[in-house]
Nanobody, 124 residues
Framework: VQLQASGGGLVQAGGSLRLSCATSGRTISSYAIGWFRQAPGKERDIVAAISRTGGNIYHADSVKGRFTISRDNAKNTVYLQMNSLKPDDTAVYYC??????????????????WGQGTLVTVSS
C-alpha cells in the first residue's frame, strides 16, 4: 500500500490547517492510521492515531484540544484537523498505516507503511 499525505503549508500562529492521508493499493479501512511529526534535529513523535473503525482515538497531550484526527473510510482518507497552531507545531508530518491488531499506537516501529511527509510551518 502507498500512503499520500497532503495539506501542509505555511500558516500564522493561531491559524488552521487540515492534513489528509490517502491510500492506494489497499483500502484504508484495513489499517489503523497514525500521524507523526518530526521537527529538525528531533525524533519522530506520535501526534494522533485512529483505529480502523474510528472507535479508538488517541491524541498526544501536546495537541489535545487543538488537533482532531478523523477518518472517512468511504473516501479512503484520514484527516488531521489542526487548529490554534503554534510555532512549536512546525515539523514534517507523516501518516503511517498499522496492519496488526493490538499493541499501542505510539511507537513508530508498530507501523508498516509510511507516507512521504508534508511540511507544516507555523510563523510567529
Amino acid at each position: 500500500v502507498q500512503l499520500q499525505a497532503s495539506g501542509g503549508g505555511l500558516v500564522q500562529a493561531g491559524g488552521s490547517l487540515r492534513l489528509s492521508c490517502a491510500t492506494s493499493g489497499r483500502t484504508i479501512s484495513s489499517y489503523a492510521i497514525g500521524w507523526f511529526r518530526q521537527a529538525p534535529g528531533k525524533e519522530r513523535d506520535i501526534v494522533a492515531a485512529i483505529s480502523r473503525t474510528g472507535g479508538n482515538i488517541y491524541h498526544a497531550d501536546s495537541v489535545k484540544g487543538r488537533f482532531t484526527i478523523s477518518r472517512d473510510n468511504a473516501k479512503n482518507t484520514v484527516y488531521l484537523q489542526m487548529n490554534s497552531l503554534k510555532p512549536d507545531d512546525t515539523a514534517v508530518y507523516y501518516c503511517a498505516a498499522k496492519l496488526a491488531y493490538g499493541g499501542t499506537y505510539y511507537n513508530t516501529y508498530e507501523y508498516d507503511y509510511w507516507g512521504q511527509g508534508t511540511l507544516v510551518t507555523v510563523s510567529s
